[in-house]
């Protein structure tokens, strides 16, 4: 288990220890609204070597990123009601492809992935979170 408190000028070390950590492609992200999942999200896509601008796939469901060597999938179920509805858009597929997987309000799909890392973020004030991250 890996746990770290910190701000955001931490941010990029913060995506570099769970990336050196991580012992899956996959992660799942919990936390509450505006704890700071898509913010995560963006410096481990910047650590992989993506330049791209991240943000959050609300309404699209999912985002692709491209570095030079992987894809990078970033997810957000939020609203997803059903695993009806993760088929009807190719979960599947994503799941399958063996590129990087962020999946942010994974509770739907996390019976699906086989071994992920599970990332919590919990906020202790305005401006310190704390990242508790596990093996599944």
């Given amino acids: 288990m890996l746990e770290i408190e910190y701000t955001l000028k931490d941010i990029d070390n913060v995506a570099k220890q769970v990336l050196k950590h991580a012992t899956s492609k996959s992660f799942l992200f919990k936390a509450e609204m505006g704890a700071g999942k898509t913010t995560l999200i963006k410096a481990l896509v910047n650590a992989l070597g993506c330049d791209d601008t991240v943000s959050s796939p609300t309404f699209s ?38 590129a ?24 202790k004030n305005d401006t310190c979170r704390v990242l508790k991250m596990t093996l599944n």
């Fill in 100 to 123: 990087y997987l962020f999946i942010e309000w994974p509770e739907l799909a996390k019976n699906l992935i086989e071994t992920y890392n599970c990332i919590t973020i919990s906020i």
């Fill in 61 to 98: 469901l999912v985002n692709e990123y491209q570095t030079k060597t992987d894809t990078i999938y970033h997810f957000d179920l939020y609203r997803v009601e059903d695993e009806d509805e993760l088929y009807d858009f190719g979960i599947e597929e994503y799941l399958n492809s063996n």
